[in-house]
């Protein structure tokens, strides 16, 4: 071999390459050495930079593909509910009630039981009682947070030991859940969450060290080998994630790519800006950049707290008070983002409802107009709901549309909770993936892990599809086929995966070196069992990941 060509540490033969480049997989092999991709080539050129140390990997007809990035998730917080009182595999109300039970048999010394995972469709408009909870744990507090994170339930030892009773104030931010007399019924909604989230103990140091790692290796086992975190700061019943990150970052045992994106605290106003950029200047070590900010504008349509521009109806299709909140009044939001536009900070917002995403939208321009163009990658997750007036907006201001497309499918969540109390022709404004994709808009992809599977095939299947997979739990382990969701806004499997890959690489400033399969990039690589190219659409979600590799080193393997 000549002294000028790097010899191969691992080709990769026999299948086919998504590069995301392109809106099809080439006919290629591919050479990793010292991290990097070293070509892309026929399998003659591959192999000539291989020696007997190589080692080869055939891809046996499958796809390679970038390694997922995630570009909205939390898996800090995700990890750390996997190794408590986790729900997130059950779905009925009596599969909840026998985890909490055997969790608090299981752990006596447990002062609280604290967990989470629920989904709101599994109980009665959304809500669960503390008399549910009562008849497996009435003697020690529980809370137990729902998937979203937008809301928690508890029982009445917890609302006990925490004063919150029938002449307890709804918080602005948030509401109590009550019965008739005005007793608190065991929901509590957003900002409500705190009046006992406040008193239960958090997860140690080293507990929540270990469920971020615990969590990464998730992640690699699904391909993913990039992400942002969504959330970072101290929340109710959470550790501050930043130090458990930095922990992480200084020992190496954090191996992924991080960009985190530190909590905008709305209970605050412009003045915790110097201490964001002390945490951005301190938060730039190994892995971990914290160099974005999270704004959530708005809440859920679920529990009626997205903003909306237009009122929430009530059960009979009459139109409510309610247009749902904005947590940040959109004046000082303005000069917020105006002034961190200014600092250099990306913003990543929380915009779900179609009046949040305008007010978001509206920054964005204002801050344009006083700071100029710029390189900041700004973007705004969720968009359940996009009035059609601002859909050409996010192209022209460059603003990213990060989705979550394992929500855009017809699910009871979607079809007892949301679609009714929005009305037939604002329901068909949502998840509007394809008009944004048409519109030049640049599309990353996320999980918002808990909240749903951080599995990237899944969201890509019902980016696709505009129905969720087969796999995916539904209500009592039984599932009806349901017709797609607003098909129109379907995307192309080429399209969903760029999202995956390159879309969210860019987000993440990491795209000069990663989310492509190119020569001289980092090989941060995925194996998948099947070109889903080459199969129905309707089969995307049962590709598999078999291997995960990061800068060309092996990071999950499958066993079966």
Not at 2 to 22: E, I
Request: one cysteine or more; charged letters at 20%.
């Amino acid at each position: 071999m000549s002294k000028n060509r790097q010899r191969a540490d691992t080709v990769f033969v026999g299948g086919k390459v998504f590069t995301a480049t392109g809106p099809a997989p080439i006919d290629a092999a591919v050479a990793v050495g010292g991290g990097r991709i070293l070509a892309v080539a026929d399998e003659a050129a591959v192999r000539s930079l291989a020696d007997a140390d190589t080692e080869v990997v055939d891809l046996a007809g499958g796809l390679l593909v970038p390694g997922f990035q995630d570009a909205h998730v939390h898996p800090a917080v995700a990890g750390v509910q996997m190794l408590s009182c986790d729900l997130s595999e059950e779905h009925s109300i009596d599969g909840y009630l026998a985890v909490v039970a055997a969790y608090a048999k299981e752990h006596p010394e447990a002062a609280w039981i604290r967990g989470g995972g629920w989904s709101m469709d599994v109980f009665p408009g959304g809500t669960p009682t503390r008399a549910m909870l009562d008849t497996v744990v009435p003697d020690r507090p529980v809370m137990l947070t729902n998937r979203d994170g937008h809301g928690a339930w508890v029982n009445t030892r917890a609302l006990e030991l925490c004063g919150v009773d029938r002449t307890t104030p709804d918080p602005v931010d948030g509401r109590i859940e009550r019965e008739t007399d005005g007793t608190p019924a065991g929901t509590l909604q957003e900002g409500a969450v705190d009046l006992v989230a406040r008193h239960v103990p958090i997860a140690t140091p080293d507990e929540a060290h270990a469920g971020l790692l615990a969590a990464q290796e998730h992640l690699f086992s699904l391909g993913v080998t990039s992400w942002q975190d969504a959330m970072i700061g101290a929340f109710p019943g959470n550790p501050d994630n930043y130090g458990v990150y930095l922990r992480a970052a200084h020992e190496g045992s954090l191996r992924a790519r991080v960009v985190g994106a530190l909590w905008w605290d709305r209970e605050r106003g412009l003045e915790q800006i110097p201490d964001l950029e002390e945490r951005r200047r301190t938060g730039q070590v190994g892995r971990f950049h914290a160099t974005s900010i999270k704004i959530m504008q708005d809440g859920i349509a679920e529990n009626f707290t997205a903003g909306l521009l237009e009122p929430y109806l009530d059960g009979c299709g009459c139109a409510t008070a309610n247009s749902g909140l904005s947590f940040i009044d959109p004046e000082l939001l303005t000069e917020a983002v105006t002034r961190l536009d200014r600092s250099g900070f990306q913003l990543h917002f929380h915009a779900l409802g179609d009046r949040a995403v305008r007010e978001v939208l509206d920054a964005l321009a204002a801050a344009r107009a006083a700071n100029g163009a710029n390189d900041n990658r700004h973007h705004l997750a969720h968009l359940q709901i996009v009035h059609p007036d601002d859909i050409g907006r996010f192209a022209n201001l460059g603003a990213a549309a990060n989705i979550q497309a394992l929500w855009a499918a017809h699910e009871p969540q979607m079809d007892e909770l949301t679609i009714p109390f929005l009305g037939p022709e604002r329901a068909a404004l949502q998840y509007p993936f394809g008009d944004l994709q048409r519109a030049g808009t640049r599309l990353v992809a996320g999980s918002d892990w808990s909240v749903s599977s951080p599995n990237p095939l899944w969201g890509i299947h019902v980016a696709v599809n505009r129905a969720v997979p087969d796999e995916a739990p539904h209500p009592s382990g039984t599932f009806e086929p349901l017709p797609p969701f607003f098909p129109e806004q379907a995307l192309t499997l080429a399209q969903a995966l760029t999202a995956y890959t390159a879309g969210s690489a860019w987000v993440n400033h990491l795209d000069e070196v990663t989310g492509t399969v190119e020569a001289g990039k980092y090989a941060d690589l995925v194996v998948l069992d099947r070109d889903p190219f080459a199969h129905p659409g309707a089969e995307i979600a049962d590709t598999r990941v078999l291997r995960t590799y990061l800068d060309g080193e092996l990071v999950f393997a499958a066993t079966h």
